[in-house]
């Protein structure tokens, strides 16, 4: 519902503007809002719907991103290179991060901005993330090549396909289950027994 | 076309880890009756803890002897790499202040080695047992107040979990003295280690289990009272 909710008020906020930052703040507390008024409609506690969220808006070369708690966001430009976008929030154990249901979130919240001619953005939960991020020594996270190029790979090719389904063929195949392979596959949970959330954003080049 | 999964690398394959030191006196009182308790539960701790599919990749444990001198039994490992018939014997005074010094400092620079490596982890464990109290360190002497100190700063900055158990003969006081007002020593009941290392096999299980934003409910203590 967090999710429904961002998506929402930047849909009754479209076309986006320049505020993109704005725009993904004023998501971000939608989102906030619907959590804790369908835990009050719950009579439970807003900690009983714990979450973490992030809200993305990319706009031509503008990317804007509200994130509270792990996970991370990473772009991928033209040129091949992987940055991080967005990161986890910093917590030094493993089980322990910031919720959109806590008491301080707005303090937690993190909204970054990034200019850039990106291809393509990958957006990930925590049960991602220590196969998708290395960390460097001084504990900062970077885009780890070997779990992202194959996933951009991918994207291009399921771009193609959209644009342009092979012909006597009618599409059927839901173009994400390779993906849902990927997570549900051996390797990720053996990784990680948390839940995994993968959101590929593919620009086709094609458009230019 | 080859799976997604066959095309990825995993960053990071290892699982997160809790450091646990197990810290055991085992000075001269503790023998007999009390030292053959605790043996047993040790290696039932072991058995139960390298039995569980989780806890025996992501418990990394350590333990650390004080009788007469502070000997690290055995560095930081997985339970499962602990021989089934670990066996301790007792001599000597109780060198417990030492004995907190190297737990402590074994579990920074384990966490150290954890962000070096890129290993995930939780907050890590310090487990004292004794029957009696520091023979090298008294209220307020210099190692006494620094002891104290990093205990409990450490506990309140959350660095790490600190448990106390006071087995019969243990100077309860002083144990109260070093531990921190909202977690205070458990006198073990007679010689309940079996309960004890149950319930702490039981704790680093669900530990071990728990995801992100899960506030771990420790199982209820049926073998000390406070």
């Not at chain 1, 971000?28 to 809002?33: F, G, R, Y």
């Not at chain 1, 393509?120 to 960390?135: E, I, K, P, S, Y």
Request: charged share 25%; net charge negative.
């Amino acid at each position: 519902m967090a999710v429904e909710a961002a998506i929402a008020t930047v849909r009754g906020a479209w076309p986006a503007g320049a505020d993109l930052d704005a725009q993904v703040l004023t998501a971000a507390h939608a989102a906030a809002a619907a959590v804790r008024a369908r835990a009050q409609a719950l009579e439970t506690r807003p900690r009983e719907l714990a979450c973490t969220l992030m809200v993305i808006l990319w706009c031509g070369g503008h990317v804007a991103v509200a994130h509270i708690g792990d996970g991370a966001v990473a772009g991928h430009r033209a040129e091949g290179e992987w940055e991080v976008l967005s990161l986890p929030q910093e917590s030094e154990y493993v089980n322990e991060t910031r919720f959109l249901t806590d008491t301080d979130w707005r303090a937690h919240l993190r909204v970054t901005e990034a200019e850039g001619a990106y291809e393509g953005l990958v957006a990930f939960t925590d049960g991602c993330q220590r196969a998708a991020l290395l960390r460097n020594g001084d504990g900062l996270h970077r885009p780890f090549a070997g779990f992202l190029d194959p996933l951009a790979r991918f994207a291009r090719r399921a771009c193609k396909a959209a644009a342009a389904p092979p012909e006597g063929e009618g599409s059927t195949a839901d173009p994400s289950e390779p993906l849902q392979g990927l997570l549900q596959s051996a390797k990720l949970r053996d990784a990680s027994d948390d839940d995994k959330t993968l959101v590929l954003i593919w620009r086709d080049t094609a458009d230019g | 076309m080859a799976e997604l999964a066959d095309e990825i690398e995993v960053a990071y394959p290892q699982q997160p880890h809790c450091a646990t030191v197990l810290l055991l006196d085992t000075s001269g009182s503790m023998g007999g009756a009390k030292i053959a308790a605790l043996n047993e539960g040790l290696r039932l701790f072991l058995r139960e803890t390298g039995g569980d599919p989780l806890a025996s990749k992501r418990v990394d444990l350590a333990v650390v002897t004080f009788g007469g001198e502070v000997s690290v039994l055995h560095d930081f490992a997985p339970v499962t790499e602990y021989a089934a018939d670990l066996s301790l014997a007792v001599q000597g005074s109780t060198p417990m202040g030492l004995a907190l010094e190297r737990g402590l400092e074994m579990l920074e620079t384990r966490k150290a080695t954890y962000r070096q490596q890129g290993t995930d982890y939780y907050r890590p464990w310090l487990f004292l047992i004794t029957d009696g109290e520091p023979t090298d360190m008294h209220p307020g002497d210099a190692r006494w107040l620094a002891v104290a100190k990093t205990l409990r700063e450490g506990v309140s900055a959350r660095r790490f979990a600190f448990f106390a158990v006071g087995v019969e003969g243990a100077n309860m006081e002083r144990l109260r003295q070093l531990c921190p007002e909202d977690r205070p020593p458990l006198a073990l009941k007679g010689l309940a280690f079996a309960e004890l290392f149950q319930w702490l096999s039981r704790s680093q299980r669900q530990v071990s289990a728990s995801h992100t934003g899960e506030q771990v409910q420790l199982p209820p203590v049926d073998w000390g009272t406070v």
